[in-house]
C-alpha cells in the first residue's frame, strides 16, 4: 500500500510549494517508496488525520500517522533502513546545521524575495490567512516586504557562499551522493520555482548546476511539477 | 614515534593561534595520536619540510610529510582508521558545508574584530608581513578594519544563528559526540581566544555553552593553551 503524504498546494492542485513538503517529497523518493499526494490548503486544517497540528506535511504509513518533515525523515530511516538518508553516524547532525542555515539565511533571505508571488498562487480563502498571518510576521504588507527585491539581490546571493563553496567542489551537497540535507536546501529552491518567476541565480552560479542535477533526480521529479525556470 | 607538526605561534612560543593548525591539533588528539608540535612564525617559510608551499599546518608522520589542514584530516583517516574523523558515507561532503560556512561567515566576520588583536600577538618581522599582506588584502589599514567593532557586534553574533540553533539542540556540531566539523569550527574560536580579549559571545550563547564543551574535551588542551576568556 503506497504511503499517503498531504502536500500544500496552491490554487492549481499540482502546484506543491511547500520547502518542508519538499523535502519528504524527496526523502520519500530517495527511499524508492511508492506515494499518494493529497493536496491540501492552509485553511484546511480540519482534513489532516488526528494526531492533527494543522501543519503538512503528514505521512500515513500503514495506519501511522507522523508529521512533521524532520520527524518524517526520522522515521522512515528507522522504518527503512536500505538507503538512508541520514548515511553514518554523523550525517544527522550534520544536516541539522545545513537545516539550520537553510532556515536561518535561505529561506528566511528568499521570502523576502518570493512573499508576494506565493499569494498570488494560492485560493482566497488561502490568501486571507497568508497575508494576515505573514503581514504579522514581517511587521508591514507583503508588498513592502517584496519591494526593491533587485537591490537586494546581490545580498542574497553572496549568503549563499558556503553553498555555493560547497557545490563547485562536489557533486551534492552530502558529497558523491545526495542524501538527506541536499533534499533539506533543494526544498527551498522549490518553494521558489513553484511560485515565483524571479531569477534567484545568475546564469552561471554553480548553485544552479546543483539544482539543475537535483532537479534530475529520481525521473525528474522537481521539474516535472509545475513552476518557472529550467 | 611522534608525529610532528609545524604550528604557527605568536612571539610567545606557546601561544599558538592558527584556526587551521587548530583543526588539526584537535583531529590528532581525537584519534590519540601523540604529538610534537613545533612553532613557527609567517616569516619561518624556509624552516618547513619540503614539499613546502610555506603554510601550516604541516605534519610529518614516520617521513611523510603532509601539509593543509583539510588533506591532513583525510591522511589521518586513511592510515589511522579508528575513530574517523568524518564518521559514515556523507560525514566528509557535509563536513565541507561547515567548513564553507565557517571560512566565508564566522571566520570571515571575525577577522573584522580581532585582526589587530592578532598584529600585536606577533613578533616584528611577523608584523611586518602581517600587516603589508593583511592591509592589501582589506585595502585599509588594520586600524580601520578594526575600528567601530562594538557597533559590529550585534551583526557578528546574529550570522552565528544556523551554528547556535544547532548547538541548542544537540551536543555537538556533529551530533552526540565531536568529530571534524567540529575542530572547524572550534579552530575559529581558538584563534580568537589566543589573540584576543574582545568577548565575541554573549554569556548566556549557547555558542558559548558548546565552545566550553569544546575547551574540555581531550584533557583540556583547547582550555590550557595560553589565550583569554574561560
Same mark, same amino acid.
Given at each position: 500500500?503506497?504511503?499517503?503524504?498531504?502536500?500544500?498546494?496552491?490554487?492549481?492542485?499540482?502546484?506543491?510549494?511547500?520547502?518542508?513538503?519538499?523535502?519528504?517529497?524527496?526523502?520519500?523518493?530517495?527511499?524508492?517508496?511508492?506515494?499518494?499526494?493529497?493536496?491540501?490548503?492552509?485553511?484546511?486544517?480540519?482534513?489532516?488525520?488526528?494526531?492533527?497540528?494543522?501543519?503538512?506535511?503528514?505521512?500515513?504509513?500503514?495506519?501511522?500517522?507522523?508529521?512533521?518533515?524532520?520527524?518524517?525523515?526520522?522515521?522512515?530511516?528507522?522504518?527503512?533502513?536500505?538507503?538512508?538518508?541520514?548515511?553514518?553516524?554523523?550525517?544527522?547532525?550534520?544536516?541539522?546545521?545545513?537545516?539550520?542555515?537553510?532556515?536561518?539565511?535561505?529561506?528566511?533571505?528568499?521570502?523576502r524575495?518570493?512573499v508576494l508571488?506565493?499569494w498570488?498562487?494560492?485560493?482566497?480563502?488561502?490568501?486571507?490567512?497568508f497575508r494576515q498571518s505573514r503581514e504579522q510576521r514581517f511587521g508591514t504588507t507583503l508588498e513592502k516586504v517584496a519591494e526593491?527585491?533587485?537591490?537586494?539581490?546581490?545580498?542574497?546571493?553572496?549568503?549563499?557562499?558556503?553553498?555555493?563553496?560547497?557545490?563547485?567542489?562536489?557533486?551534492?551537497?552530502?558529497? =558523491?551522493?545526495?542524501?538527506?540535507?541536499?533534499?533539506?536546501?533543494?526544498?527551498?529552491?522549490?518553494?521558489?520555482?513553484?511560485?515565483?518567476?524571479?531569477?534567484?541565480?545568475?546564469?552561471?552560479?554553480?548553485?544552479?548546476?546543483?539544482?539543475?542535477?537535483?532537479?534530475?533526480?529520481?525521473?525528474?521529479?522537481?521539474?516535472?511539477?509545475?513552476?518557472?525556470? =529550467?
Amino acid at each position: 500500500m503506497p504511503i499517503t503524504m498531504y502536500d500544500l498546494a496552491g490554487s492549481d492542485p499540482n502546484r506543491r510549494f511547500s520547502p518542508f513538503c519538499w523535502r519528504t517529497r524527496m526523502a520519500l523518493a530517495h527511499k524508492g517508496l511508492e506515494v499518494e499526494t493529497v493536496p491540501w490548503r492552509f485553511t484546511e486544517t480540519d482534513e489532516l488525520p488526528p494526531p492533527n497540528d494543522g501543519r503538512v506535511p503528514v505521512i500515513v504509513d500503514g495506519g501511522k500517522v507522523v508529521h512533521d518533515s524532520s520527524a518524517i525523515a526520522d522515521y522512515l530511516d528507522g522504518r527503512y533502513a536500505d538507503r538512508p538518508l541520514f548515511p553514518g553516524l554523523a550525517a544527522r547532525g550534520l544536516s541539522k546545521f545545513v537545516q539550520n542555515w537553510t532556515e536561518t539565511v535561505l529561506q528566511a533571505g528568499m521570502v523576502r524575495l518570493i512573499v508576494l508571488d506565493i499569494w498570488k498562487h494560492i485560493g482566497p480563502a488561502d490568501q486571507v490567512y497568508f497575508r494576515q498571518s505573514r503581514e504579522q510576521r514581517f511587521g508591514t504588507t507583503l508588498e513592502k516586504v517584496a519591494e526593491d527585491r533587485e537591490a537586494r539581490l546581490p545580498a542574497f546571493r553572496a549568503s549563499l557562499d558556503p553553498l555555493r563553496r560547497t557545490v563547485e567542489r562536489q557533486p551534492y551537497v552530502c558529497g =558523491d551522493a545526495p542524501a538527506y540535507a541536499d533534499y533539506i536546501v533543494f526544498g527551498a529552491f522549490q518553494w521558489a520555482r513553484a511560485t515565483s518567476d524571479f531569477e534567484l541565480l545568475a546564469p552561471d552560479d554553480p548553485v544552479r548546476v546543483w539544482r539543475g542535477r537535483m532537479l534530475d533526480l529520481y525521473g525528474g521529479l522537481g521539474r516535472r511539477a509545475p513552476g518557472y525556470g =529550467d
